[in-house]
């Protein structure tokens, strides 16, 4: 019995032994000697009595103290010496840039000048501020200048000086945000920054002080989101904060994958009209301006949601873009306004709502085709190329979307507006009381499109309401859909021209067909008239009003499907600015 209590310890004390043994290789704690003594052995008698950050260095250390702050795990914000920290453990990079330099490097008994025009550092989260550019070149220069005579001193002076003058001076590009929560419990406020004012940058949002834009919901994080101006890009940025319930850009999520973490979320552009979701009431309006911007001569409202398929459910994904531009890049006159609507993900969509304008813009930037629609007053050719243009740049195989886009331009007191599209997203007019169709519905289902093949030779068989299983017979993109069975198109409706004269009272709505499927093309004008009458006393707002309460009512008709709307008010004419502000 003795002999086997001694086994029996025995093997527990071999065992508490080799536990140990894995503790000591797993944690190294010799490491720490071993470095120590090295680190004691590199040191030089020099370098102990040698400051961290040169004298010369403090001046630029001062100019960029107002750039240099910290965030704690809420997002607030506090000067710091020369350390950025931040909760967010990837993908965020603050870029801060060093003032004009031209640094001195010794080439034997001459010296060579390199210019530097713009120097950027970037400098990671985490990561001590370091000037190790400017610190090495100040060495170099007192290195070479005690070795130098007095004479050839001065002649370097005025090389410099005759070189600075070729230096371009940076000229800072202003943009003014404008923030509007549009519904939630903090509806009516408003906010307003310009991209100069680097003092009240970056702006905070959150539901606690010292939040910049207060927002009393208890949906949303003491620090949500943040807001900042991309020096390089020249773009205003939001960030998610690692929010407990997210942040939505157009119904998008920005937030980090992972809700749990806490982690930051990319930075995404922000651009005039979008609308950000905090929790799921609050929503605001941004709206971007810049001294030069011209005015938008009628009002513009946008709305989205995802929607659900049951009420209280699970958000859909958001395969919608909607996006305006007036005026486009260069040409005074013209504007357009569109809907991408994707099946299969919404990277088809985007591309196409980045390509479209893009295409348009440059078309009529060559001053003969531009004179050519206004004296013709027509843009067919211009919206059949564009659309042709896109098809070809787009690689999307199992991907694609429909596009609805509304070209504006103005000759005169006049507007014109002209419509192309594939799909079943669809936009209707009113001029005057009279309904004015704008788009043709594309599904497989449709009397045109019936017609069409028809007309081909390719009918559709008894009982056949999907081509490879999809109810659209016209797209952008689906390239191997398109190889599969020919009678898939890419060729767009294009609309007649509606002319607006100034005593017109005419409206527009374009919408994806999760409106649609719930709301008739007559319904949703007279909703916007009613709306519009409701509203009339706020004419500055009442687009965007009326947007919204259009979306509310495919809402309340519980629509199963994304939904977007753009509506245009051609009757009031007004800047399309959520909070009367001077950026100037």
Not at 36 to 57: F, H, Y
Not at 375 to 394: H, I, K, P
């Amino acid at each position: 019995m003795a002999i086997q209590v001694n086994i029996v310890g025995l093997i527990i004390l071999l065992m508490l032994l080799l536990i140990l043994l894995l503790i000591l290789i797993a944690c190294k704690p010799w490491r720490f000697f071993f470095s120590r003594a090295r680190s004691r052995s590199s040191v030089k008698s020099g370098e102990l009595e040698r400051p961290l950050v040169s004298d010369e260095v403090g001046v630029v250390r001062e100019e960029s103290n107002d750039l240099t702050r910290t965030y704690d795990l809420e997002g607030a914000c506090y000067q710091n010496e020369g350390l950025l920290r931040s909760p967010r453990t990837h993908g965020l990079v603050h870029k801060q840039r060093l003032p004009t330099t031209t640094p001195y490097v010794a080439q034997g008994d001459s010296l060579v000048l390199d210019v530097i025009a713009d120097a950027t550092e970037e400098i990671l989260v985490g990561q001590t501020l370091k000037h190790p550019f400017v610190t090495d070149h100040l060495a170099e220069i007192r290195r070479h200048n005690r070795q130098e005579d007095p004479s050839a001193k001065l002649k370097h002076s005025l090389e410099n000086e005759k070189i600075q003058e070729f230096v371009p001076k940076a000229v800072a590009y202003q943009s003014c945000l404008s923030l509007e929560i549009v519904s939630g419990p903090s509806r009516g406020l408003c906010f307003n920054i310009q991209s100069t004012d680097a003092s009240r940058l970056p702006l905070t949002l959150g539901r606690v002080p010292p939040s910049d834009l207060l927002l009393k919901d208890s949906e949303v994080s003491g620090k949500h989101a943040l807001i900042d101006w991309n020096s390089n890009k020249l773009k205003w940025e939001l960030v998610d904060m690692g929010s407990l319930n997210g942040t939505l850009l157009n119904s998008q999520p920005i937030n980090h994958p992972d809700s749990g973490s806490r982690h930051w979320g990319d930075p995404v552009e922000l651009a005039s009209g979008n609308v950000i979701t905090v929790g799921t009431t609050s929503s605001i309006y941004v709206h971007i301006t810049s001294p030069n911007e011209s005015l938008i001569p009628f009002g513009v409202g946008v709305a989205s949601d995802p929607m659900a398929l049951r009420r209280g459910g699970k958000k859909l994904p958001m395969e919608d873009v909607c996006y305006y531009h007036w005026p486009l890049p260069g040409i005074d006159q013209f504007g357009l306004f569109g809907i991408c609507d994707g099946h299969g993900g919404a990277e088809a969509a985007k591309f196409a709502s980045e390509m479209l304008p893009k295409v348009v813009a440059a078309i009529l930037s060559d001053s003969p085709k531009r004179e050519m629609v206004l004296s013709q007053r027509n843009a067919s050719d211009v919206l059949r190329v564009a659309f042709s243009q896109t098809e070809e740049s787009m690689n999307y195989h199992y991907e694609g979307c429909t596009a609805t886009l509304l070209l504006v331009w103005a000759d005169g007191d006049n507007f014109f507006a002209q419509c192309a599209n594939l799909g079943d997203s669809a936009c209707v007019m009113s001029v005057d009381g009279q309904q004015i169709k704008m788009t043709e519905d594309h599904r497989i289902v449709s009397a045109s499109e019936k017609l069409r093949l028809k007309e081909a030779g390719k009918p559709l068989r008894d009982g056949e309401t999907r081509l490879c299983g999809i109810n659209l017979a016209r797209m952008l993109g689906d390239k191997f859909l398109k190889q599969q069975d020919d009678r898939f198109s890419t060729e767009p409706y294009i609309s007649q021209v509606v002319q607006i004269t100034q005593t017109s009272e005419a409206i527009a709505i374009l919408a994806s067909d999760g409106f649609w499927d719930v709301i008739s093309l007559k319904k949703a004008i007279q909703l916007a008239h009613q709306t519009k009458e409701k509203y009339s006393a706020d004419t500055e707002k009442s687009t965007e009003k009326i947007a919204n309460f259009l979306l509310s009512e495919a809402r309340t008709l519980r629509t199963k499907d994304n939904t977007s709307i753009i509506f245009l008010d051609f009757d009031s004419t007004f800047r399309v600015v959520p909070c009367k502000v001077d950026c100037k």
